[in-house]
Structures are given as structure tokens and as C-alpha cells.
């Protein structure tokens, strides 16, 4: 039996090139109080839970994610030093959100969680906005990461 002449053929949608979006990153560990540098989630017992895999020797994701977060806490660290510094007793935390490219330079920048002082928070700003261009970033990794920078006096 044939269609009507007048009834329209329906186009099938196209299919989405993109990856499918990826979870948070994680550890294969308990949850405890507060953050890490890394922005890095407890998840017990998971396997590829940031790109690599149980006895795989490591992750590139969390590899690549810790380069990054190291020079960001390090640059932070000499913003506030330059400028006096946090009183002796003292700390500040700052999370953040960064959006790598595929060049390996951060388009992107948000305040997650001020420290509650401005001048701890623009530091971590101005060094985020200094972070040099890091090596491109491993097949399928996420965008967007997210970081927090303690500070300690």
C-alpha cells in the first residue's frame, strides 16, 4: 500500500557528533570535610573515574587537571604574598570554574565560592587571568574544571 501523496515524508533528526557529556571528576575514596585543590568528588569503588582505569597506571585527566590547579595555587599564592600576604592564623578558600580550550588556554573564569574577602578573590582572578597557555588538553576530557585555592597565613 502506498503513503498518501499529500502526507509529508518525516526527516529523521541528524545525529549529534559530540561526545556524550562527562560526569564530574572523582576519586576512589571516602567523602570528607571540605574540598580538594582539584575539585575532585569521592565516588567509592568506580573505575575510569577520570579517564583512566583500576591498575591503568593513572589518569590523564587527573594529570592534566592537577597541572593546572598546581600553577593556579602557586600563582595565587605569590599574588598574596606580593601584597602583604594573610595574617598569621588566618586561611581563605576560593572555588572556581575554568573552561579549557582545545588549545589548552582558559576562555573562561567564575567565582564558585568567594573567600569572603575581595582581595583574596582577585587575586585568584588576576591569576587565572595570568596562567599561561598549558599543552592541549587528553582526548574527550571535560571543558569545563573546577578548582579551589587555599591560602594559609
Not at 23 to 43: H, I, K, P, S, T
Not at 94 to 115: A, N, P, Q, R
Not at 127 to 141: H, I, K, L, Y
Request: aromatic share 6%.
Amino acid at each position: 500500500m502506498e503513503a498518501p501523496k499529500d502526507m509529508p515524508l518525516e526527516k529523521p533528526e541528524p545525529v549529534s557528533q559530540e561526545p556524550p557529556p562527562a560526569a564530574n571528576l572523582g576519586l576512589d575514596a571516602e567523602a570528607g570535610v571540605g574540598g580538594d585543590a582539584f575539585g575532585l568528588q569521592a565516588r567509592r569503588g568506580g573505575s575510569n573515574l577520570i579517564g583512566g582505569s583500576r591498575g591503568g597506571g593513572g589518569s590523564l585527566y587527573g594529570w592534566y587537571a592537577g597541572q593546572i590547579s598546581t600553577n593556579l595555587q602557586k600563582a595565587a599564592n605569590e599574588i598574596i604574598q606580593r601584597e602583604g600576604g594573610i595574617p598569621s592564623g588566618k586561611w581563605a578558600k576560593v572555588s572556581f570554574e575554568v573552561t579549557v580550550d582545545m588549545f589548552g588556554k582558559i576562555s573562561k573564569f567564575s567565582i564558585l565560592g568567594s573567600s569572603g574577602n575581595q582581595k583574596i578573590d582577585d587575586a585568584v582572578k588576576r591569576a587565572v587571568q595570568s596562567a599561561n597557555t598549558f599543552e592541549p588538553p587528553p582526548p574527550g576530557m571535560p571543558k569545563v574544571l573546577r578548582f579551589a585555592v587555599s591560602l594559609q597565613g
